[in-house]
């Protein structure tokens, strides 16, 4: 009798330590991927979240979406009840990315589990991910979208200048949006969606654009909550626009936003004020993503360009890199994106301009 009950006393921490995550080498096999989004409210990762999905059930893998509603406390909560539930893997599109403490409180979960973690979309600290054997990030060359904005941005520039100048001062002024401070793939696409553009224009012997706020230091206008959302591209152009405008003679002459959302924001605005509809003047406008929305806004010529970020290939990445982790496989393989080093892979941009 005593034999019997001390294997069910073996049998039941066993269980338990499979239940964590614990005391097995790629966690619990049978149980779910847990898949934590920074919120459901990104429209360029609503359309991940659809063809991710698509993919964990077209290989027949179990997985649960989580929604941070864009913050770190519940994210981390939601990711420890993961692991308590008997996750089988992480996938996690982190919420502060600007903050290394967050990403290491969330590898260190994942590690003292023993579950495979895959960082996606949000760049994360390359000496974290690689101090866990099990651990990968999918995302982008977040540097190529700035780069291709800015040449596409210049190019247009260039071959509608004379038009573009409403205020007739030799000068292009425009507004950049940005997303959220200390991100990484919103300091590169500040930075170079403006420089790049500037350097296709002075190359041609006209003057570098001109940041329509003087007083405006850091030459950008950020999304306050960190979400990227049109809600403040909206509000950012119909303030600016008050002050702003063909009547003061110091009209806002183009648009660069970090992201389509922000961008449809200050469409809404612009339209809203008499502008970009038909037969209307046009104020040139410019994203990254590749939303269908900003694709119809791009065919219905209200809307510039913007840069295709491949939602598709993001997913299929992250799915089977998830997949290859729990089998105890090279993360990477067969698994199609730009290889860099041992610890993450890259999907590429591609520009688009609806021709």
Known sequence: ?????????????????????????????????????????????????????????????????????????????????????????????????????????????????GLPIVFFNRSVSEAIVSSYDKAAYVGTDYTMAGHMQGKMIGDYVLANYDELDINADGTISYVMFKGQEGNLEADARTQFGVEDADAVLTAAGKPALKFYDDANTSKYLLDQNGAWSAAQGQEHMQTLLSKYNEDNGNMVELVIANNDDMALGAISALQAAGYNVEGARYIPVFGVDATDAAKEKIADKSMTGTIKQDAEGMANAVVLIAQNLVAGKNAFEGVNGDLEGTWRINIPYAPYTGE
């Open 1 to 113: 009798m005593k034999k019997i009950i001390a294997m069910l006393l073996v049998l039941v921490m066993a269980l338990s330590l499979v239940a964590c995550g614990g005391g097995n080498e790629g966690g619990n096999a049978n149980g779910e991927v847990a898949v934590f989004w920074y919120t459901f409210g990104d429209t360029y990762l609503s359309s991940v979240r659809a063809a991710m999905n698509a993919a964990f059930e077209a290989a027949g893998v179990k997985y649960l979406d989580y929604d941070a509603n864009n913050n770190q406390t519940t994210q981390t909560e939601q990711i420890q009840t993961a692991i308590t539930k008997g996750a089988s893997a992480l996938v996690v599109n982190i919420v502060d990315a600007s903050s290394d403490d967050a990403t290491q409180a969330i590898l260190d979960m994942a590690k003292n589990a």
